[in-house]
């Protein structure tokens, strides 16, 4: 307790510019301020102010733990706060962005579901299939599908996402299946516009490592669900995520090929950019999608909303 009222004293000094005004704060007289920045700087074993009879300056340490020692002050007030009678309540305006086909089955609905959740909190979503760059754009969270560039970004893991090879029947009738990931090159195939991304290729599996494949596509498009639509209509192969044509398979409208090479899952990601502490609106959407996605129930009754 005796090294929180230091700290605490310490804060209000320095913010406050006096002992006196410190100590009118917290209702004390200013030697038992005194004596607490005293006690502090001679367990921390070095200077934090520098005081005169006509004002108080922060050293260059001062200014280092001063915005530590605020932050644990902030901390400890939101965790009181959490536990207490009503809760923390989050406020304030969330910018979301997420991949137009991925958003509007899986991110736009969630968005009233966490407003109702948290009424004092707005929200606008952004999709498209480029890659928005949240930081110079204003945005506080992405959810991205796939493998991750290198950046600076901070990264949740929210579920996985498994990637397959998929043809219409009447396509695989006609040109027949693959055989082989190599074999892709000799068919028509539908693929994402160079500026939405799958820069990588198509990620299959060959002799124990994950191989990519770039095919010379005979149509391409930067929304993937006019692919998805391009492939029921039997143009083509078409590389998608198990969440946009698990349906489709099901039915017999689509037929997934070169199965035994299937390489193993990327992810679906909530990014963010990096931050000492995220806004609480900001945690309470990655744990309110992160929990959503980890249910494997979700997922079924999004495959076929009529279970």
């Known amino acids: 307790m005796d090294r929180l009222k230091q700290i605490e004293s310490f804060v209000g000094v320095a913010v406050r510019g006096s002992l006196t005004a410190a100590a009118a704060v917290e209702g004390i007289a200013p030697a038992v301020v005194g004596r607490r920045i005293d006690a502090l700087e001679e367990r921390l074993g070095v200077k934090l102010l520098v005081r005169t009879t006509r004002r108080i300056t922060l050293t260059h340490e ?5 915005e530590d020692a605020q932050r644990l002050l902030s901390d400890l ?17 969330l910018r979301i962005t997420a991949p137009a086909g991925f958003g ?34 204003g945005f ?17 893991r929210l579920a996985d996402n498994r990637r397959l ?22 068919h028509a195939c539908l693929a994402l516009s160079s500026e939405a991304g799958q820069t990588r290729g198509w990620a299959f599996t060959a002799d124990g490592q994950v191989v990519h494949v770039r095919p010379a596509p005979r149509l391409d498009c930067s929304d993937g669900q006019v692919l998805h639509a391009w492939c029921l209509e039997g143009l083509g192969l078409a590389w998608r995520s198990w969440w946009e044509v698990e349906a489709d398979v099901r039915a017999g409208r689509l037929v997934s090929v070169l199965d035994e090479f299937a390489a193993p899952p990327n992810g679906i990601y909530a990014v963010f950019p990096q931050r000492k502490h995220l806004p609480l609106r900001l945690s309470l959407w990655i744990d309110f999608i992160k929990a959503t ?3 494997a129930g979700y997922w079924r009754k999004a495959a076929d909303p009529r279970s």
Request: charged share 15%; hydrophobic share 40%; proline share 7%.
């Open 77 to 93: 007030a939101s965790a009181e706060a959490s536990v207490s009678a009503g809760g923390l309540k989050a406020s304030g305006h």
């Open 140 to 156: 506080d969270c992405a959810v991205r599908v796939g493998d991750l560039p290198d950046s600076s970004l901070i990264s949740v």
């Open 165 to 186: 090879c998929v043809a219409s029947p009447t396509y695989v009738a006609a040109h027949g299946m693959p055989a082989h990931p190599s074999d892709i090159v000799r």
């Open 104 to 137: 509007r089955r899986h991110v736009a609905p969630l968005v009233p579901r966490f407003a109702a959740q948290h009424p004092e909190v707005s929200v606008s979503l952004n999709l498209s299939d480029r890659m928005v760059d949240l930081v110079n754009e």
């Open 62 to 66: 001062g200014t280092a733990f001063l």
């Open 293 to 295: 996605y980890g249910d």
